[in-house]
């Protein structure tokens, strides 16, 4: 989420990308907060990262200067994420960790 944002916000600096995280508080699906950090430079020690509690989506709205975009997580996507950890083991779920990044944007997010 955090580097189409960085593309679409033309930020000069990640200092200057704040994000609001809607997203529900628990394990496996909160985790996502870790990799918006990574990829964005927005963190909470900064406070550029603010997190507020959704029962049913997983989204980020990234700001930079005048500039504004909202990135959800796929519905069908987080699905099938989530449907595939119920049953996998330690080793497949590094295995889907590693995967993620290699697939496009457009099949993991909705962007506006």
């Known amino acids: ?6 593309s679409i916000l033309k930020a000069q600096n990640r200092n200057d990308v704040v ?15 870790d990799g918006v950090q990574i990829s964005s430079g927005c ?4 406070g550029t990262i603010r997190i507020s509690e959704s029962s049913n989506c997983v989204a980020e709205k990234f700001q930079a200067r005048d500039r504004t975009c ?23 779920i ?7 990044p290699a697939r496009s944007d457009e099949e993991l997010f909705d962007i506006d």
Do not use: H
């Open 70 to 92: 909202t990135i959800g997580v796929k519905t069908q996507t987080l699905d099938e994420l989530l449907s595939r950890l119920k049953k996998a083991t330690e080793t497949e």
């Open 19 to 33: 994000a609001i995280m809607f997203v529900k508080p628990n394990p496996p699906v909160s985790c996502i907060v």
């Open 43 to 46: 963190t909470l020690g900064k």
């Open 94 to 100: 590094l295995e889907m960790a590693d995967n993620i």
């Open 1 to 6: 989420m955090g580097v189409p944002a960085q």
